[in-house]
């Protein structure tokens, strides 16, 4: 199972920036809501994926792990099928001009530089960095509260996922629509205030019915900030580096998840009321603050070039 899930992290890994990367270049300027769809579409299959393996074996068969991996197959088959002339003559002049592995590595090595030192890739490094080590509390650190505050620990965080994952995909078309009105810093800026206000409900309650609300607020916050990051990602970084940038971005909610567990476990452990939440509060303000930062460094690069 171990080994599974790193197969599955390194996967990702490669499609993700992949798929956002190509998202960019063929939205013919639509970059901002084709992003959104994209999100939309995201936690769509997350609500239904584990509601059709339940029906299909309710955990008795191992008939959903094939099922789904059969279907990334015949994805990635009817890819080849579909596209084989492009992919032919793009093999063929990769072929024919395919750099040695040092320079490759020398080429990577040179992106990554640009990236560090361009602000605001970093800070859109840490505004993922802050949205993953928030959602890497939910099914540890946040689990553990619920469990001891209420009779019914795991009902609890179930209804709290299920409360995020219908508000956003309730609320995220609706998101769309208001965003052509409001400037980017105004979103970026509301997307913290509930993303706080949300943390502090959960800090400070006893009432599974408050919890859902503290869920609530968590998802517009996340709903509003998470996409945006991935626009800005992908309009700070020139075409060539799209990529590369967006799987840097990456870089930063893979450090929150492998940080979050632990670092959150310890500062629990030490009080949850008066170190914990001020902490994760923190966090959850600077999710909107950083991305908002990144997008001034975005548009001071643009106007100086």
Not at 5 to 26: F, T
Request: contains cysteine; positive net charge.
């Amino acid at each position: 199972m171990l080994f599974s899930s790193v197969v599955c992290g390194i996967g990702w890994s490669i499609y993700n920036p992949l798929l956002m990367s190509c998202l960019m270049r063929y939205s013919n300027g639509n970059s901002d809501i084709i992003i959104e769809i994209n999100y939309w579409i995201i936690n769509l299959s997350g609500a239904i994926g584990p509601l059709v393996g339940a029906l299909l074996s309710d955990g008795k068969s191992e008939f959903p792990f094939f099922l789904f991996s059969g279907a990334l197959f015949f994805l990635a088959i009817s890819t080849l099928i579909l596209f084989p002339y492009k992919r032919k003559k793009k093999l063929l002049e990769e072929k024919q001009n395919s750099p040695q592995l040092s320079a490759v590595i020398e080429n990577l090595k040179n992106d990554i530089l640009i990236l560090c030192k361009s602000k605001a890739s970093l800070f859109l490094f840490f505004s993922f960095f802050s949205i993953n080590f928030i959602e890497a509390q939910y099914n540890t650190n946040f689990a553990l509260h619920l469990t001891e505050v209420t009779k019914d620990g795991p009902n609890a965080l179930a209804s709290m996922m299920i409360a995020m994952t219908a508000t956003i995909l309730i609320l995220q078309p609706i998101s769309i629509k208001i965003s052509k009105f409001v400037k980017l810093n105004v979103q970026l800026i509301i997307g913290s205030i509930f993303y706080t206000v949300g943390i502090l409900i959960f800090g400070f309650s006893f009432s599974v019915s408050i919890f859902i609300l503290s869920a609530i607020l968590l998802a517009i916050g996340e709903l509003i900030i998470a996409p945006k990051i991935q626009v800005l990602t992908g309009k700070s970084a020139p075409e060539e580096l799209q990529t590369t940038a967006f799987a840097f971005t990456t870089m930063g909610g893979n450090l929150a998840f492998f940080l979050g567990p632990t670092l959150g476990g310890l500062l629990y452990e030490e009080s949850f009321r008066s170190i914990f939440i001020p902490f994760i509060v923190i966090i959850g303000i600077s999710t909107g603050i950083t991305a908002m930062v990144a997008n001034i460094y975005y548009k001071k690069h643009n106007t100086s070039a």
